[in-house]
């Protein structure tokens, strides 16, 4: 008759539990008992941004139900879909340790260019240092052989860009409410030496109660030694691109600032300035105008 195995110490194993759209995933983090040193496997080092001591190492224990959810590090399943992008997508999940309903940014590294990894990695450690009620706040991140998971806080209204396309455009009385959160936002950024380059109603989330939360720093680039974007870079989304950008003149708080402007008309028309142009046009009509063309009815 076999012997029954010992019952694991209370410090062998760290649990923590997440609940998926009505499903249960449970990632732990395994601690070997003493006597028994790991293993660790030696490869190439990593950028700090991919070394969260809290969240690299978590491995999925399977329920008794498998699919082909996406998932999580080991494999967690994650939940609704909330929005594609060119190399990954966003899910809601829920912390089931904490009750927390969480965003997870999933980026699949098969066949991602370097170029792409290193504005991930970039991104990372730049969220990692924002703290502001107006910035979406980074949680952690797990990295798996084929993805990497940037767990960041949950909006539950969605994008300014979402709400706009599902109920139409916006009053100016609201547009002002939520410019007001973006420049503070904004503020806070610039204050820290960063500029976001990419200010557009699809990178700007609300709660549900109304709380304006940039997001998508994939393009941001610090400031700290000057001014000014050292770097040059045509970087953005061109209805939303300020002048200098285009001129290859330089990022600084003033584009952001005019990409702001360029939302509020994408709010309080439904669309961006220069909708009803192809991009490179576009892009002429701004560095040629003195201005966007403003919508028409609104207030002086």
């Given amino acids: 008759m076999p012997n029954p195995s010992p019952p694991p110490s209370a410090s062998s194993s760290v649990e923590r539990q997440y609940h998926v759209n009505g499903r249960a995933a449970v990632v732990a983090s395994?601690?070997?008992?003493?006597?028994?040193?790991?293993?660790?496997?030696?490869?190439?080092?990593?950028?700090?941004?991919?070394?969260?001591?809290?969240?690299?190492?978590?491995?999925?224990?399977?329920?008794?139900?498998?699919?082909?959810?996406?998932?999580?590090?080991?494999?967690?399943?994650?939940?609704?879909?909330?929005?594609?992008?060119?190399?990954?997508?966003?899910y809601k999940a829920f912390?089931?340790?904490?009750?927390?309903?969480v965003a997870v940014k999933q980026i699949k590294?098969?066949?991602?260019?370097?170029?792409e990894l290193?504005?991930?990695?970039s991104e990372i450690d730049l969220l990692k240092n924002l703290h502001h009620d107006n910035i979406v706040k980074y949680i952690g991140f797990v990295k798996s052989a084929d993805c990497l998971n940037i767990i960041l806080e949950y909006c539950e209204n969605g994008s300014l860009h979402s709400?706009?396309?599902?109920?139409?455009?916006?009053p100016e009385n609201l547009v002002g409410v939520y410019t007001t959160q973006v420049l503070q936002g904004l503020q806070y950024l610039h204050d820290?030496?960063?500029?976001?380059?990419?200010?557009?109603?699809?990178?700007?989330?609300?709660?549900?109660?109304?709380?304006?939360?940039?997001?998508?720093?994939?393009?941001s680039t610090s400031t700290l030694a000057g001014g000014?974007?050292?770097?040059?870079?045509?970087?953005?989304?061109?209805?939303?691109?300020?002048?200098?950008?285009?001129?290859?003149?330089?990022?600084?708080?003033?584009?952001d600032i005019w990409s702001v402007g360029c939302t509020v008309i994408e709010l309080l028309q439904g669309r961006p300035p220069y909708h009803n142009l192809a991009a490179m046009p576009a892009l002429f009509a701004i560095v040629n105008d003195d201005?966007?063309?403003?919508?028409?009815?609104i207030s002086p």
């Fill in 30 to 90: 395994r601690e070997r008992s003493s006597g028994t040193p790991r293993k660790e496997k030696q490869g190439p080092r990593e950028s700090s941004a991919l070394q969260d001591p809290g969240l690299k190492d978590y491995v999925r224990i399977p329920g008794p139900e498998e699919s082909s959810r996406p998932r999580v590090g080991e494999g967690e399943r994650l939940g609704e879909c909330l929005g594609k992008g060119a190399f990954g997508s966003v």
């Fill in 95 to 101: 912390n089931w340790g904490t009750g927390e309903a």
């Fill in 109 to 115: 590294l098969a066949d991602l260019p370097k170029s």
């Fill in 118 to 121: 290193r504005m991930i990695e």
């Fill in 163 to 170: 709400i706009c396309k599902s109920y139409g455009k916006f």
């Fill in 192 to 219: 820290q030496g960063v500029i976001h380059r990419d200010i557009k109603g699809a990178n700007i989330l609300t709660t549900k109660d109304g709380k304006v939360k940039l997001a998508d720093f994939g393009v």
């Fill in 228 to 255: 000014q974007d050292k770097e040059a870079q045509v970087v953005g989304t061109p209805y939303w691109m300020a002048p200098e950008i285009i001129q290859l003149s330089g990022a600084s708080p003033a584009s």
């Fill in 291 to 297: 201005h966007p063309p403003l919508p028409e009815g």
